[in-house]
């Protein structure tokens, strides 16, 4: 169960962030109206209406939240997703190659994957 847990959260995580804007990610205020999470990527018809993708829009009251917010999303862009994906699977592979149930050293890797999937820690 455990490592079929950490290949589905892999997956997942693999999935999404093949759908999503290239990373790295930025976070910037946009005045009164709070903050906002930019792709890296231009995009755009023509080089003089490229702009950067929005991602994320956070709120501005409280503006701190906001700012915090959109500083966390920013730094879980699609590299940071997929090189947890690769944790995922190489934990996932350290349990079946020794047939061995969740340890020490599987166990936060399970507490992630099961966090990441809204699944209770088994």
Known sequence: M???T????????????????????SAEAIGSEGHR??????????????????????????????????????SWHPDVALAVAGWLDSEAKYLEDFDIAADATTRHALTVACAYLGEETS
């Open 6 to 25: 950490l290949r589905r959260a892999a997956a997942l995580m693999r999935e999404r962030a093949a759908s999503a804007n290239g990373g790295p990610w």
């Open 37 to 74: 999470v930019y792709g890296a990527a231009a995009v755009g018809i023509t080089p003089r209406h490229k702009r950067r993708p929005v991602v994320a829009a956070c709120t501005w009251e409280p503006f701190e939240a906001g700012r915090s917010d959109a500083v966390h999303i920013a």
């Open 2 to 4: 455990s490592a079929e």
